[in-house]
Structure formats: structure tokens, C-alpha cells
């Protein structure tokens, strides 16, 4: 005897076995229907929400190498010094990097020499680790227009300097190019065989600007075309 579970609910004839012995059914049940209104809104999950586009920027380094090094260089330090401390309490004599760097702290003067050059080097080490905070990184990475929703892609400048590169190649004319790609400009070096220099770097700017355009970049770099005609 079974239960009914509804009109949602389907029943499965028990496959047969090869010795005849029946198995148990097996119900499967059907997610219910959803119908789309003209308004664009579902009856199940009501109207539907385009998110506005945010703004594109660069992915955030990880900075795996300064915060491994930061925490190897502090882990040390402050090991070696608690150890010597235990040590110290266990009614143990200080070691004697320790007495000697406390003599000389305490005997040298703030003009010296030695004590400026630790100063600055921990002054600098304390600003690499300021801008490393505080700049995402990764500046090899140009970021695409970020459509609705929570998608962010990147590209490398070294990927797009080839895709430029490829579509100067197929300007009637040249011969030889060679793209930079930076954060704001777009450098492009061309060698003419035939044709005018003029022809030709007007007909680079609109290949340019066109594969530059299917690339989505969020911020597109300027561009910069030199032409030249190529010696025999």
C-alpha cells in the first residue's frame, strides 16, 4: 500500500530482477512549474532585479613572498628572544648576542653611524610594507568592463600586446610591428613596406581602435602609432 504524494510526484514501475524478486518504488518528484510574466517577474520568485554594473578595478595581490618573508623575519626574531628570556628565568646566564647588543644600545650615541643606517633601513622596510598594503598589485593585469553582477576578469598586458600585435600585422602594408601595452597608453611601432606612411597609419589607428574596443578594457589606454618606412 502507498501513499499519494501529490500531482508532483511520479511513479517509477519497479525494474525486473533476474530472480524475480519485486523492489521497492522509487518516487521522483518534479520541481514545480514556473511561468514567466510580461512584466519579466516569475510567479514563484517574483520580479527579477538587474544589478548595476560596479566599478572595475584591479584583483587584490595576495603578497604571499613580503607576508612570508614579514612573518618569517618576525617569528625569528621574537623566538630567539623568548627562548633567551626562558632561559634567563631558569636562572641561566643571557646569551651573549643579547648582553652585547644591550652594551652597545646603551653606550652609542643616536648620531652614530650604525644607529642611523638601522634606523633608516627600518624605515624603509616599514614603507615597502605600508605600500604593499595599501596598492593592490598585480600591475601587469589590465581589468574588463564589469558587467551586472559580481564577475571580475583581468587580462595581461602581455596577451593583449599579442592580440594588438596581430590585427597591426593585417594593415596592407606593414611588415613588422611591435606593441607595448601600459595602464594608460597603448605604444605601437610599425615598419611600412608599401603604400604611404600617412594610408597606413590611419588604417593602424582604425584596426587599433577597433581591436582595442573588443578587448572591453574598463579603462582604455590612448593610443600611440609610429610609422616608418622599412630600408632595403
Known amino acids: 500500500m502507498t501513499r499519494d504524494q501529490g500531482p508532483s510526484a511520479e511513479r517509477e514501475p519497479p525494474p525486473a530482477t533476474d530472480e524475480g524478486v519485486p523492489t521497492a518504488d522509487l ?71 643579547r648582553t652585547r647588543l644591550a652594551d652597545e644600545l646603551a653606550a652609542r650615541p ?48 602581455r596577451a593583449a600586446a599579442l592580440m594588438l600585435r596581430d590585427a597591426a600585422m593585417r594593415v596592407p602594408g606593414v611588415s613588422a610591428a611591435r606593441v607595448r601595452v601600459g595602464r594608460h597608453r597603448i605604444r605601437t611601432r610599425a615598419e611600412v613596406r608599401f603604400r604611404t606612411e600617412a594610408e597606413v597609419r590611419a588604417d593602424l589607428l582604425d584596426t587599433l581602435r577597433e581591436q582595442r574596443d573588443r578587448l572591453a578594457l574598463a579603462r582604455p589606454p590612448r593610443l600611440t602609432v609610429r610609422v616608418r618606412t622599412r630600408r632595403k
Open 27 to 97: 518516487l521522483v518528484e518534479q520541481p514545480p512549474a514556473t511561468t514567466r510574466r510580461e512584466d519579466g517577474s516569475s510567479a514563484a520568485g517574483g520580479p527579477r532585479r538587474s544589478e548595476p554594473p560596479g566599478p572595475s578595478r584591479r584583483p587584490w595581490s595576495p603578497r604571499r613572498i613580503p607576508a612570508a618573508l614579514t612573518a618569517l623575519v618576525i617569528a625569528a626574531a621574537a623566538g630567539t628572544l623568548l627562548f633567551d628570556v626562558v632561559r634567563v628565568r631558569a636562572g641561566r646566564s643571557a646569551a651573549a648576542w
Open 110 to 157: 643616536l648620531d652614530d653611524v650604525w644607529i642611523r643606517t638601522g634606523a633608516v633601513v627600518l624605515t624603509l622596510a616599514g614603507l615597502w610594507l605600508i605600500i604593499l598594503a595599501l596598492t593592490p598589485g598585480l600591475r601587469r593585469q589590465l581589468p574588463l568592463k564589469k558587467p551586472a553582477g559580481q564577475v571580475q576578469a583581468v587580462v595581461d598586458r
